[in-house]
């Protein structure tokens, strides 16, 4: 059974720091592009961040380069996400995403497997 569950979302004041993880089961992580996205109250789900099978690519939305850093460790399956100088406007319930191929990867529809989400909330 395929599941990815997210954790470490809070509420934050602005400028802090929260680190998120996806913890990924039933499939072969090594083999699958992760990814992060995130959906605000009324907006369309997000492009956060990717990176690559093996970790060595990264890619992530203009909103957030500089500020949040995506990672992997394919020997415990799990996809970190370190959110510096968050803004409030970062708040949103944040998903992780795995795809098995494809190449756009900006898009939900390129993801094969979601997480259930977790709220960052970032308000003074």
């Known amino acids: 059974q395929v599941q990815l569950v997210e954790s470490g979302g809070g509420l934050v004041q602005p400028g802090g720091s929260l680190r998120l993880s996806c913890a990924a089961s039933g499939f072969t992580f090594s083999n699958y592009v992760m990814a992060w996205f995130r959906q605000a109250p009324g907006k369309e789900r997000e492009f956060v961040a990717r990176?690559?099978?093996?970790?060595?690519?990264?890619y992530y939305v203009d909103s957030v380069k500089g500020r949040f850093t995506i990672s992997r460790d394919n020997s415990k399956n799990t996809v970190p996400l370190q959110m510096n100088s968050l803004k409030p406007e970062d708040t949103a319930v944040y998903y992780c995403?795995?795809?098995?191929?494809?190449?756009?990867?900006?898009?939900?529809?390129?993801?094969?497997?979601w997480g259930q989400g977790t709220q960052v909330a970032v308000s003074s």
């Open positions: 995403a795995a795809a098995r191929s494809g190449t756009a990867w900006t898009t939900p529809a390129a993801y094969d497997y």
């Open positions: 990176i690559s099978w093996s970790g060595g690519s990264t």
